[in-house]
Nanobody, 114 residues
Framework: QVQLVESGGGLVQPGGSLRLSCAAS????????MNWLRQAPGKGLEWVSS?????????RYEEFVKGRFTISRDNARNTVYLQMNSLTLEDTAVYYC??????RGQGTQVTVST
C-alpha cells in the first residue's frame, strides 16, 4: 500500500525558508519519479516540481519557483524534499507530494504571511 506523509509546513514571513519532507513507503521509491504539487486557497492543484530517476540528477520546476525551490531525494530514507527559499505571499498553499502513478499524500500547509 502506497503511503506518502508530508511534513515541514508552517507559518513563515515573506523572504523566509521552509524545507518540506515527504516520507514514502509501499512502492519502489528509488526508481519512481516524484512530484511536488500545491493548491492555493480558492485555486486548483498546481504542479511545482519533479525529480526524475534514482540519482535525482534530472529536476524540473514550475517557472514561478525556479531559482527559489530545490527538490531532492534520499533513497536510503525513502524521502523526497522541497527546499523553499525566498518565500512570497503567493507561495501560500497546501503542498502535496505525489508519485508518477498519481498517489498523493495528505499535504502540509505552508502559510507565508506578515
Amino acid at each position: 500500500q502506497v503511503q506518502l506523509v508530508e511534513s515541514g509546513g508552517g507559518l513563515v514571513q515573506p523572504g523566509g525558508s521552509l524545507r518540506l519532507s515527504c516520507a514514502a513507503s509501499g512502492f519502489p521509491f528509488s526508481s519512481t519519479t516524484m512530484n511536488w504539487l500545491r493548491q492555493a486557497p480558492g485555486k486548483g492543484l498546481e504542479w511545482v516540481s519533479s525529480i526524475i530517476g534514482p540519482a535525482g540528477r534530472t529536476t524540473r520546476y514550475e517557472e514561478f519557483v525556479k531559482g527559489r525551490f530545490t527538490i531532492s531525494r534520499d533513497n536510503a530514507r525513502n524521502t523526497v524534499y522541497l527546499q523553499m527559499n525566498s518565500l512570497t505571499l503567493e507561495d501560500t498553499a497546501v503542498y502535496y507530494c505525489e508519485t508518477s502513478s498519481g498517489d498523493r499524500g495528505q499535504g502540509t500547509q505552508v502559510t507565508v504571511s506578515t
